[in-house]
């Protein structure tokens, strides 16, 4: 069975840095296409970012240059670090993904990120 | 960049068929998926490429995709089918990966 597991969320001010993990069992990240995909209160889903198999990395507009997807294969790993944080960035986070690169097949229950002074 | 519409809200009667369409530009030529998040948990997904059902989704959920209009069927509709229901598709000409905006699905 496949798990997903973020660490990392909180409470961070405006302008502030976190950074998120995503840990899964059952799945080896290096062989997978892994997601994160944004839900802010009361709103739909929102892709944010994703990292490929092969190491390549795309970003939302709303996010590219501030975020970064990586991944660390020695521990199965993925991380997704996130500066110049807004308001706008408080959702919770999930990390996703799977075989496909099209579509998000796991899914973990999520991480709440709370930017606020 | 690429829109994908939903209507806000689907209601249908137990036993009865809902129908949640998702609208795009030319929608038919991608592939289309479909998640269903019940409150307070993570989405699941239900429905992949059109009309593909992973393993443990009912038969009851099925799909189709054509023009500019993709459409999930639910039938038989259960008490347990009642959450928000999202599509979604990858769009090449800009990789990115976009969803509707969400669909809730009431059971009267």
Same mark, same amino acid.
């Given at each position: ?14 302008? =502030?840095?976190?950074?998120? %993990?995503?840990?899964? !069992?059952?799945?080896? *990240? #290096?062989?997978?296409?892994? $997601? ?28 590219? =240059?501030?975020?970064?997807? %990586?991944?660390?294969? !020695?521990?199965?790993? *993925? #991380?997704?670090?996130?500066? $110049? ?33 | ?108």
């Amino acid at each position: 069975e496949v798990q997903l597991v973020e660490s990392g969320g909180g409470l961070i001010q405006p302008g =502030g840095s976190l950074r998120l %993990s995503c840990s899964p !069992s059952g799945l080896i *990240v #290096s062989h997978n296409y892994i $997601s994160w995909v944004r839900q802010a209160p009361g709103k739909g889903l929102e892709w944010v970012s994703i990292i490929y198999a092969g190491g390549g990395t795309y970003y939302a507009d709303s996010v590219n =240059g501030r975020f970064t997807i %990586s991944r660390d294969n !020695s521990k199965n790993m *993925v #991380s997704l670090q996130m500066n $110049s944080l807004r308001a706008e960035d408080t959702a919770v986070y999930f990390c996703a993904g799977g075989e496909s690169s099209s579509y998000f097949e796991y899914w973990g229950q999520g991480s709440l990120v709370t930017v606020s002074s | 960049s690429y829109v994908l519409t939903q209507p806000p809200s689907v209601s249908v009667g137990p036993g009865k068929t809902a129908r949640i369409t998702c609208g795009g530009n030319n929608i038919g030529s991608k592939g289309v998926h479909w998640y269903q998040q019940k409150p307070g948990q993570a989405p699941v997904l239900v429905i992949s490429y059109g009309n593909d059902r992973p393993s443990g989704i009912p038969e009851r959920f099925s799909g189709s995709n054509s023009g500019n209009t993709a459409t999930l069927t639910i039938s038989r509709v259960e008490g347990g089918d009642e959450a928000d229901y999202y599509c979604q598709v990858w769009d090449s000409s800009s990789d990115h990966w976009v969803f509707g905006g969400g669909t809730k699905l009431t059971v009267l």
